[in-house]
């Protein structure tokens, strides 16, 4: 990132302008956010008690709760609870 000091844009009148202080040259801050890389919208979960791998939609708290999607399972695994 490269910073320059923008006194240049200054005329010699006694007029004042707020065009002081440092500027970045050549980026933006939306070209930094834009190449940070996103979480995946779907998470896999493997089961505890039988091993089936569900694919579920990623949780939005630290602590939730999956039931297995197996017919004769049906286990619920519990994230992020203290037991």
């Given at each position: ?5 923008r ?9 004042y ?29 493997q ?14 708290r ?8 197996q ?13």
């Amino acid at each position: 990132m490269k910073l320059t000091l923008r006194s240049r844009g200054i005329k010699k009148k006694d007029e004042y302008r707020d065009n002081l202080g440092w500027t970045t040259k050549g980026t933006s801050q939306a070209a930094a956010e834009a190449s940070t890389e996103s979480l995946p919208a779907i998470v896999t979960h493997q089961c505890s008690m039988c091993g089936a791998m569900n694919q579920i939609p990623r949780p939005k708290r630290d602590r939730y709760k999956v039931i297995c999607a197996q017919e004769e399972c049906g286990h619920e695994d519990k994230v992020g609870f203290e037991d």
